[in-house]
C-alpha cells in the first residue's frame, strides 16, 4: 500500500493559495486590461510556481517496489534493495550505494524536537507527599526515553528503513534521479508568462 508523507501545513496552505490564484486569474481574464493585467498575471504566476514547487509537489512516498521522493525540482526512485539506510540530520537522506537522495519533506525542525523533549515522560520527583498524578511505570519510563527528541521526519526514516529490510526481496529496478518534467513545464510556462509581460508592457 501506498504511503505518502509530506508537510500538512504546506499542502493546505498551497491548496489555498491555488484556490486565491485561480480566481484572481479569472478576475485578470474578464475585467483586466492589458498591459497591467498581464503584468499582474506575471506576479501572480511567479509566485504560483514557487507555491508548487516549494509546499503542494515535494513528498515522499513509499510503494510496494520502492521509495519515491519528490524534490522541488527532481524525482528520484529507489528500490528497497537499494537501500542501505535512511538518517535524519537537517532533513532525511536516503543512501543507496554512492548516491545519498535528501527529502524536502518532511524535515525536522528544533521546535519539533523541543515539542518531542517537552511531551516525553519525566522520572517521578520523589517529594514529602503522595503525589495525585499516576506514576508512570518503569517500562513507560523506558520507552519515553527512547522515544524523547524523536520528531515525525525520525518517525519516517525508521519506516523507510523497515520496510527496506521486509520487502528487499520484492524489489526490482536500480535507483534513478531525474528532473521532473511538472516542474520544468510550469517554469517555462511561468517564463513565457514573464517574457510576454516585459515584451507587451
Request: net charge positive; hydrophobic share 45%.
Amino acid at each position: 500500500m501506498n504511503q505518502t508523507y509530506r508537510s500538512r501545513v504546506a499542502w493546505v496552505l498551497g491548496w489555498l493559495w491555488m484556490a486565491f490564484a485561480a480566481y484572481n486569474t479569472w478576475d485578470l481574464i474578464a475585467h483586466g486590461r492589458i498591459p497591467s493585467a498581464l503584468i499582474a498575471g506575471a506576479v501572480l504566476g511567479a509566485i504560483t510556481l514557487l507555491v508548487f514547487l516549494l509546499a503542494l509537489r515535494p513528498a515522499t512516498i513509499t510503494r510496494q517496489n520502492g521509495v519515491w521522493v519528490r524534490n522541488p525540482l527532481r524525482n528520484a526512485f529507489i528500490p528497497w534493495h537499494a537501500v542501505d539506510q535512511a538518517d535524519v540530520s537537517n532533513a532525511i537522506a536516503i543512501t543507496s550505494g554512492d548516491t545519498v537522495v535528501r527529502c524536502w519533506t518532511p524535515q525536522p525542525t528544533a521546535r519539533d524536537r523541543a515539542r518531542s523533549l517537552r511531551g516525553s515522560v519525566r522520572p517521578a520527583r520523589r517529594g514529602r507527599y503522595p503525589s495525585m498524578q499516576p506514576q508512570p511505570t518503569k517500562a513507560e519510563q523506558a520507552a519515553a526515553e527512547a522515544l524523547a527528541g524523536r520528531t515525525h521526519s525520525d518517525w519516517v526514516a525508521q519506516q523507510i528503513n523497515e520496510l527496506s529490510e521486509s520487502r528487499k526481496a520484492e524489489s526490482t529496478g536500480e535507483t534513478r534521479v531525474t528532473w521532473s518534467p511538472s516542474a520544468l513545464a510550469a517554469i517555462a510556462a511561468t517564463l513565457v508568462l514573464i517574457v510576454l509581460a516585459i515584451v507587451l508592457s
